[in-house]
């Protein structure tokens, strides 16, 4: 096996340089030398043959097994050097045929109705909800931050190898910028719904509830989120209570597709990816039914920009259930059919690269408050996932996308300067909410 495993090797990793080695057979080499020199080791001959058989699955396996280790440099490394030679071996007719294999058979992992959709989110959102709090920001934003200052090769202050914020907000600890990138995504997000005191907004997959309260505290809008996870719902509650906004922010246990109200404005973030492609029609539908006629709609999610594909069988079994990243021209055409208009698109490139580099940071930081809660096997496994996903975001096509939408062209203004000037009114709002906590920060329900 030792020897098919370097023939495919040899074939596959043209870049780089990967040192492989398993059981006590002697190491061999493939790539061109460059980059960072890397190395793997399987520690038996049966590791090999599952890793030939579904390496997209096996591998993620073997690694939380602790049969694949990486004894240089690390998983995401590995996981970078990966992606970009597979990406590059799609002429090989055995990558071309699992990729058509897995689109065929896609509709099938996806269908989603209201009974599945609630085991699949209860899968990854209801685990222990310290855990989340060991690496999120404090207002507990599990989606892609906005980094303002994140440019071309990039502008944020670099302190050994790593992103610091120039300015911590607020006078917060925030080493790699983190905390001000998730407040300025509420904000950029709040300045495209143009909001006013006094509207009635729907926040379809509220998480931990923090957008919510953002628009319920800086924007005086009356707010319900709903979400499919007890666990958030019962966080999202208890943080509306302490912060005084329980009458303003409400939050319940419900699918969006049982809503019948009418919403002056509705977001969101970071559930798209759960909806499943037989379902966007329904999802634009309903979310067309429950607008206001001058209604503003936001759509934050992750997107592919190299067109339709598949999801991974590694996160469909471990991490998203049910879930799938579409390409635009998945989404938009769901849109057109349901009559709503497409009045601005933005494209977020490594924004949520840099998200997943800062929440690893902090995952590897909180190890053995980790192991506390789970096992070595967990923690591998939180890890292969996190390290993988940025890898992802920056080899492998993934981007964010936010669409605004509205049932009428005249909904927003008709050009993009309001976004701007809404975001400087905000920051006076949350500087005004600051000087109010007066606890160096936007304070956060328990803390």
């Known amino acids: ?34 980059g960072p020199p890397l190395a793997m080791h399987l520690k038996t001959d049966r590791a090999v043959r599952r890793l030939l058989r ?9 690694y939380m097994d602790g ?48 009974g599945r959709s609630r085991r699949n989110v209860a899968h990854h959102y209801d685990l ?31 302190e050994n190898g790593r992103n610091v914020a120039e300015t ?53 809008a009356s707010v319900t989120g709903v979400t499919l996870s007890r666990e958030q719902l019962g966080v999202s509650q208890a943080r509306a209570q302490e912060l005084g906004v329980a009458d303003r922010a409400q939050f319940a246990l419900a699918d969006y597709r049982t809503l019948n109200a009418t919403y002056d404005r509705i977001v969101s973030v970071g559930m798209f990816e759960h909806v499943g492609v037989p379902w966007y029609q329904v999802f634009f539908d309903k979310a ?22 598949s999801t991974n069988p590694w996160i469909a079994r471990y991490i998203f259930p049910g879930g799938y990243i579409p390409a635009l021209s998945e989404v938009l055409p769901a849109i057109e059919r349901a009559g709503l208009v497409v009045t601005d698109i933005e494209i977020l490139r490594l924004h949520y690269a840099e998200t997943l580099k800062a929440w690893r940071r902090r995952f590897h930081a909180r190890r053995d408050e980790v192991l506390a809660l789970f096992d070595e096997r967990f923690f591998r496994m939180f890890d292969f996932y996190l390290a993988g996903s940025e890898m992802a975001f920056r080899h492998d096509g993934m981007m964010v996308f936010q669409i605004q939408l509205a049932r009428r062209q005249d909904a927003v203004p008709l050009t993009r ?5 809404q975001e400087a009114m905000l920051r006076r709002r949350e500087a005004e909410l600051l000087a109010q906590d007066n606890d160096g920060g936007l304070r956060q329900a328990g803390e």
């Open 168 to 220: 911590p907000a607020g006078g917060v600890p925030d080493p790699d910028g983190l905390e001000a990138a998730q407040l300025a995504k509420k904000r950029h997000i709040a300045a495209k719904l143009v909001m006013k005191p006094g509207y009635k907004v729907l926040d379809i997959g509220s998480g931990w509830g923090g957008m919510a309260l953002y628009l319920a505290r800086l924007c005086g």
């Open 1 to 34: 096996m030792e020897k098919l495993l370097r023939f495919v090797l040899t074939h596959l990793i043209r870049s780089g340089s990967l040192t492989v080695s398993v059981a006590a057979h002697p190491p061999f080499t493939v790539g061109d030398g460059s």
């Open 67 to 114: 049969e694949l280790e990486i004894r240089q440099g690390d998983i995401g490394e590995f996981l970078a050097l990966a992606m970009r030679n597979y990406n590059a071996a799609d002429t090989i007719l055995p990558v071309r045929l699992t990729r058509w294999w897995r689109r065929i058979f896609r509709t099938f992992a996806q269908l989603n109705f209201i």
């Open 128 to 158: 222990d909800g310290r855990l989340y709090k060991l690496f999120l920001d404090r207002d507990l934003q599990y989606s892609c931050a906005y980094f303002e200052n994140l440019g071309a090769p990039c502008t944020l202050a670099s």
């Open 288 to 309: 067309a039914k429950l607008l206001a006629d001058n209604g503003v709609m936001l759509l934050h999610a992750i997107g592919r920009m190299d067109g339709a594909g």
């Open 417 to 421: 300067d309001y976004i701007a000037r």
């Open 54 to 62: 579904n390496p997209d699955l096996r591998i993620g396996e073997l």
